[in-house]
């Protein structure tokens, strides 16, 4: 069942536009203990994919509250919490959208993520590319083709995640996670001014590596500079954080920066 707009329900109108045109956003937390693990980023991140799309912001406390009950609920395991623009329009335009639509649900966490923690994971250049458009950059906007085409690569030569590029060759994330490299003691996250989600984990990392006196860039850099890394890992909110052993013939065995920030994403 769904939580949608405060009833449980199994469906949605037809003429959502989140169905229809993909007119939204969403974003994907961890719950932990009953809780859901930083809820505030989720929100921030949630009003700010909406004020960039011009959706009508859903009211903040109403829906912290729905995804506090929930998460009691639910004790471990996922929240998803996408908002439409709703039903209404024509056609493309979104003239008289008024009421938008919240939907909210609950599941599990992939398992095998503890498993990753522990061995870590091995990185495959995608052949699918991201486009740039910085007017959706960083935003979690239902429009997720490129990711759809990414993991169904994935999927037929069996590999757990991608390194993804953007349209430039430059590069961009993973699949469903964020990427940082280590070179000494600096620390590389892909400038996602192009293409991209900015997501709440990279955000904490950021945050708790600069509060840590870790110097920290966003970059924009080809694949090759990876070569030269120390330290390679990547993270979203519900891994939290996976150590990168292997990208093509490059080997990472280095786990300084990782075993650093492991206990502060709990």
């Not at 903040?60 to 395991?77: F, K, P, Y």
């Not at 929240?79 to 979104?94: D, H, P």
């Not at 080997?251 to 075993?259: A, E, F």
Request: hydrophobic fraction near 40%; aromatic fraction near 6%; charge should be neutral.
């Amino acid at each position: 069942m769904y939580l949608i707009n405060g009833a449980w329900q199994e469906t949605v109108p037809a003429s959502d536009r989140g169905l229809q045109f993909g007119d939204g956003c969403f974003t994907t937390a961890r719950i932990l203990h009953g809780q859901v693990r930083f809820i505030e980023r989720h929100l921030a991140r949630l009003l700010a994919g909406c004020q960039r799309l011009g959706i009508p912001q859903p009211d903040s406390v109403i829906l912290a509250d729905e995804m506090q009950t929930l998460a009691r609920d639910q004790g471990t395991g996922t929240l998803k919490v996408v908002i439409t623009r709703g039903s209404g329009g024509r056609g493309y335009s979104a003239h008289g959208c008024d009421m938008p639509r919240r939907i909210l649900s609950v599941s599990g966490v992939p398992g095998h993520y503890a498993q990753w923690q522990q061995q870590g994971i091995t990185l495959v250049l995608s052949p699918i590319r991201m486009g740039c458009n910085p007017a959706l950059a960083g935003i979690k906007h239902l429009n997720r083709l490129e990711q759809v085409l990414i993991r169904s690569h994935l999927e037929q030569i069996h590999a757990p995640e991608a390194l993804v590029l953007d349209s430039d060759g430059m590069l961009v994330e993973c699949c469903a996670a964020n990427l940082f490299w280590r070179k000494n003691h600096r620390v590389y996250t892909p400038d996602l001014a192009l293409a991209g989600v900015d997501g709440t984990m990279r955000q904490h990392i950021i945050a708790r590596l600069r509060y840590g006196g870790w110097t920290v860039e966003e970059v924009r850099e080809p694949a090759a500079t990876l070569a030269q890394a120390d330290e390679v890992f990547i993270c979203n909110a519900l891994m939290p954080i996976i150590p990168v052993k292997r990208i093509g013939e490059h080997h990472y065995t280095d786990r300084q920066l990782y075993d650093f920030l492991a206990p502060l994403c709990e």
